[in-house]
């Protein structure tokens, strides 16, 4: 198929897209991903409106799979090979589903006070076990200079 088809076409598809219901449906879930516009409005710092238009453009993502179509195999670069060969065995992992970097700033952030948590977590520990030793030892300095003061008392 000629590339200028292929554009008029997907220009169609678009316009349809555009006008349909499917489009009330990409204002709530990235299309590519398919995570809520909820989940990236609570984690990610630019908002949904910012990952479908940069991150996730489904327009992108199309054009790249035109772009694959009408490039010559033999000079493919080393990420469209791969797309390729993975279309070729029909294997859509390359997809993002369920995946977003944006989100994943979110994830590091939750990681990160979890560490911190697990370090004050651990430093209390110490202390706790710090402050045994020390009861145990005043406790061990009480019986000696209670046992002390039996044996100098007189009978
Ligand atoms: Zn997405």
């Given at each position: 198929m000629p590339f200028s088809v292929l554009?008029?076409?997907?220009?169609?598809i678009y316009a349809m897209v555009k006008r349909s219901s499917i489009q009330q449906d990409m204002n709530s879930t990235c299309f590519i991903c398919s995570i809520s516009s909820?989940?990236?409005?609570?984690?990610?710092?630019?908002?949904?409106e910012d990952h479908v238009k940069y991150d996730h453009n489904i327009w992108q993502?199309?054009?790249?799979?035109?772009?694959?179509k009408t490039?010559?195999?033999?000079?493919?670069t080393g990420p469209e090979?791969?797309?390729s060969e993975c279309l070729k065995e029909s294997n859509y992992s390359f997809f993002p589903v369920n995946r977003a970097l944006c989100l994943r700033q979110g994830e590091s952030d939750?990681?990160?006070?979890?560490?911190?948590?697990?370090?004050v977590a651990?430093?209390?520990?110490?202390?706790?076990?710090g402050m045994e030793e020390h009861i145990e030892k005043l406790?061990?300095?009480?019986?000696?200079?209670?046992?002390?003061s039996l044996m100098l008392s007189p009978m």
């Open positions: 554009f008029l076409t997907l220009s169609v909820v989940e990236f409005q609570r984690i990610a710092k630019k908002g949904f993502y199309l054009f790249f799979l035109v772009h694959l490039k010559d195999r033999t000079e493919y090979s791969y797309v939750e990681n990160e006070r979890l560490e911190k948590l697990e370090e651990q430093m209390l520990l110490q202390k706790v076990n406790t061990e300095l009480q019986s000696r200079s209670r046992s002390n």
